[in-house]
């Protein structure tokens, strides 16, 4: 008995031991290493930013003189599909506010300042055609101002009041931010002034092509209409971006929310408020993103994703410089360029009237080329609308290019007219495509005209048949194509694109 009294004892001593060595053991590890065991303190109130950023949002009225209008029949929204009624407003106006004489067209959104000497920054859209606004203060003092200053090409506006001494915010790095970062959107959706949303970044470097110049910031945080112009802001307080456009079906909030990098906005501001314009400069060229590794091959290239010269406009810096249709563009100014919203940033970014260095990849070799920036006119982005080719327009004879399911004739300068295309084009122009072909596959249509097959110019449409009958489709025949459009591109057709369907 007593063995089994002291033996319980025994056990008893050992399990208190060793839980006191494991709980040091434990305790140790904590202590020497806390920060991987660490767990983030949760935010939970954003009352400080909002008190700081708040004071500086503004709601903005705008107003314009209208003409006087025939009376019109109510119009019921409810017959409309919902994705298209939140284009019809709500209230609709009497005939009798329509037809007087100088009435007032009234719009609404947001802004805040930048400036405690009374600089607002808002969307252009926001202020777009308006004669004078009226933008009221968080404390509730209202101030009409008729200076107002726009850039329609990335929807920003600056808009000056005269007063002192008001609350502002600072303008953050927006290339700072990064996915997963909490953002706040402040503005007056559906005119509900001081809302406040939160949410993340969801991306960066958007582009939806609504402006010709675009650095979007996508976020969650509610963004509705009415917010356009407000700030999207860090945890600081700073200004990461401008409320700006929302991805949505019915008009309303459906988790996509896109705002004006602050970054662009930095530039653009600072031009409006030194020149009351902003300055760009061009090149005059249509381009075409490209991301295709056996075409960048074939073109000498040493990385898949490229931007090709689809069309040299007359007349432009491009042009004066000796850059064609057809060219890679690889670098300007010693910047590499991988994409056309690189190339187009780059370009309106750099000195006017003074010449640059541009490196272009031509029929696989590599060329460097002095180009003289000038300023962008402000109609450039205007293109020529172009005919479609008609049946009636087809050419005869034609010569039948079996190996690639074609068929082809001689591109003349009558033709070319007819087309809408420089009169001065040669080639073979493709009259018909078999629906079942190599070509078909590869994206060739009746109405294009080959200019050159593997790096080589064609100059009618023999040249091209011997050119196509030389060369073999296993490796890949490369086109150089005049697009109907007017752009140019490269076709890569190979039997196996066919054959893989």
């Keep these: ?74 119009f019921d929204r409810n017959l409309l599909p919902e994705e298209f009624r939140h284009l019809i407003p709500d209230m609709p106006k009497t ?36 004669d004078q606004v009226e933008v009221q203060l968080r404390d509730g003092r209202k101030f009409v101002s008729k200076d107002i200053k726009t850039d329609p090409k990335t929807d920003l506006a600056i ?40 949410g993340i970044v969801s991306a960066k470097d958007r582009s939806i092509k609504i402006n010709p110049y675009e650095s979007f910031i996508q976020t969650d945080a509610a963004i509705n209409p009415g917010n356009s112009g407000g700030p999207l802001v860090n945890l600081a307080g700073q200004v990461i971006g401008i409320n700006s456009a929302i991805k949505s079906r019915s008009g309303g909030f459906q988790g996509i929310g896109l705002a004006v990098s602050s970054n662009m906005a930095k530039d653009v501001m600072g031009q409006l408020l030194k020149n009351g314009v902003v300055h760009r400069g061009y090149l005059g060229v249509q381009i075409k993103d490209e991301n295709n590794v056996e075409l960048a091959q074939r073109l000498g290239l040493s990385e898949p994703k490229f931007v090709e010269v689809s069309q040299t406009f007359e007349g432009t810096p491009a042009a004066k410089a000796g850059i064609k249709d057809g060219d890679v563009i690889t670098s300007i100014h010693g910047k590499p360029i991988k994409d056309g919203h690189t190339l187009q940033t780059v370009v309106a970014s750099l000195p006017l009237n003074k010449p640059v260095d541009v490196t272009i990849v031509r029929d696989g070799q590599s060329k460097t080329l002095q180009v003289k920036i000038e300023e962008q006119p402000k109609t450039y982005g205007l293109v020529r609308g172009t005919k479609q080719p008609t049946e009636e327009q087809q050419p005869e004879p034609a010569v039948n290019v079996d190996k690639l399911g074609i068929e082809v004739t001689d591109m003349t300068s009558e033709y070319a007219q007819e087309l809408g295309l420089k009169e001065s084009i040669t080639g073979a122009l493709i009259t018909k495509v078999d629906s079942d072909s190599v070509a078909y596959e590869g994206g060739l249509r009746r109405g294009m005209v080959v200019t050159k097959v593997d790096k080589k110019a064609v100059t009618s449409a023999k040249d091209f048949h011997n050119a196509v009958k030389a060369a073999t489709l296993e490796k890949g025949v490369l086109l150089q194509v005049q697009m109907p459009h007017g752009g140019v591109s490269h076709i890569l057709l190979k039997a196996s694109a066919a054959a893989s369907k």
């Design 159 to 198: 808009v000056r009041i005269d007063a002192k001494s008001l609350p502002y915010l600072e303008l953050g790095d927006s290339d700072d931010m990064e996915v997963g970062d909490r953002v706040l959107a402040f503005g007056a959706p559906f005119g509900l002034a001081g809302t406040v949303t939160n």
């Design 95 to 130: 005939p009798a506010q329509e037809e007087e004489s100088g009435s007032t067209a009234v719009g609404f959104g947001s802004g805040f300042i930048v400036d405690p000497a009374g600089v607002i920054l808002t969307n252009n859209h926001v202020v777009d055609g308006a």
């Design 1 to 74: 008995m007593k063995r089994w009294s002291f033996a319980l004892i025994c056990l008893l001593l050992g399990g208190i031991g060793g839980s006191f060595v494991v709980n040091t053991y434990l305790q140790g590890k904590n202590s020497s290493d806390p920060a991987k065991l660490a767990i983030p303190k949760e935010m939970t109130s954003y009352r400080d930013v909002v008190k700081k950023v708040l004071p500086a949002v503004v709601s903005i009225e705008t107003r314009a003189k209208v003409r006087p209008v025939q009376r019109r029949v109510p």
